[in-house]
């Protein structure tokens, strides 16, 4: 009897024994299940963070895609404002530059007036007078800024006499003296009443020169005369290359729509209106050098002959045959200010 039961309790043993391994068996798969579900979990986990990161990293591309976009429409505008500003009339003159004399007491690289190649020339003042009187007759007296300049212009011994003569036939239109200042501290108290009398303001670029400013500030504040810096008074002259092609191979409408000075900088030339500087002067680099550029009868407009005002403004509208010679699209600033050594090289693309 005590036998039966003794083996009963040992089966018992195997069975719970079987139970327990099986359970534990069952325990242990569980236990790596969990691990590898929490592994699993983990993985998700920093594939959320890293989906997360990519969101945002997206999002971020997105508004710097945006205000890329922003800011090429932007540009793109204003390229085409300003190209479209090139080949629209003006509603009347806003300016004209005028020079006094051609030569310069400067030797600036580049000159895109050829100053510094000019040989000493005087604009006569009768002479002046007679086309300013017929420029009135054209224009009714509406022109915005009257730039009397060079050249240096006050290497004219009769400048302040130009005050007087632009003045009497254009009551309402500004007069600027636009000068590198060298010469300023020098003028008597004639150039000085002309220029409070006609409401003349001194326009000057500072150069890396020694010019005592403090000096000709006194000088213009005690004569009432305002004196009124190119860029404030903040950034020195810089020099540029305006690159030519002397064979004339260049597009004259992207050189027109694409140029700072066309339609813009309008010379005012021995009774001649030119849409930029560079037919108007281009004589000196011809002289100096040799006949290298053709200047055409079309290239400029003649106030005597043209038959009203807005004939004027369209015909500085457009593109002339001398746009021919302009490679703008290589011209650009080539460092600070820096004396010319009269090469022509400096305004021919370098080979």
């Keep these: 009897m005590q036998v039966r039961n003794f083996k009963k309790w040992v089966l018992s043993l195997i069975k719970n024994l079987k139970h327990h391994q099986r359970f534990d068996l069952e325990l242990s798969q569980t236990k790596t299940e969990l691990s590898q579900t929490k592994t699993e979990l983990s ?12 969101l945002s990293q997206t999002k971020t591309e997105l508004s710097q895609t945006k205000t890329e976009l922003s ?30 004399v051609e030569h310069c007491n400067l030797n600036c690289y580049g000159c895109n007036h050829f100053s510094q190649i000019a040989e000493q020339e005087f604009t006569d003042i009768k002479a002046f ?14 022109v915005g800024v009257f730039r009397l300049m060079g050249g240096e212009p006050l290497l004219h011994p009769l400048c302040s006499e130009f005050f007087e003569v632009v003045r009497k036939y254009f009551k309402k239109s500004e007069i600027w003296l636009v000068s590198n200042g060298l010469l300023l501290d020098k003028q008597d108290e004639l150039f000085w009443q002309r220029a409070r009398k006609n409401g003349v303001q001194i326009r000057p670029t500072k150069y890396p020169l020694k010019i ?41 409408y992207h050189s027109f729509t694409h140029c700072s000075m066309a339609n813009h900088c309008i010379q005012f030339k021995k009774g001649h209106l030119y849409t930029c500087t560079f ?9 100096k050098y040799g006949h290298t550029f053709e200047l055409s009868p079309f290239d400029s407009i003649s106030i005597y002959e043209v038959k009203d005002y807005q004939e004027l403004l369209y015909f500085l509208a457009k593109p002339i045959s001398f746009c021919r010679y302009c490679k703008v699209s290589t011209w650009g600033a080539v460092g600070k200010w820096r004396a010319s050594k009269k090469d022509k090289n400096e305004y021919l693309e370098e080979v």
């Design 212 to 252: 005592d400013w403090d000096k000709i500030k006194t000088l213009c504040d005690t004569n009432a005369v305002p004196l009124i810096f190119f860029n404030e008074g903040e950034v020195e002259k810089t020099s540029w290359k305006f690159t030519l092609e002397p064979k004339g191979n260049c597009d004259n």
């Design 71 to 100: 800011q090429t429409k932007t540009t793109a505008r204003k390229t085409l404002d300003f190209h479209l500003r090139k080949i629209t009339p003006m509603a009347f003159l806003e300016l004209i530059e005028i020079h006094l």
């Design 279 to 287: 037919p108007a002067h281009i004589e000196h680099f011809n002289k």
């Design 43 to 54: 993985q998700t986990k920093t594939e959320l963070s890293q989906t997360k990161t990519e």
């Design 129 to 142: 007078e007679e086309d300013l009187k017929q420029l009135y007759l054209v224009t009714k007296g509406e």
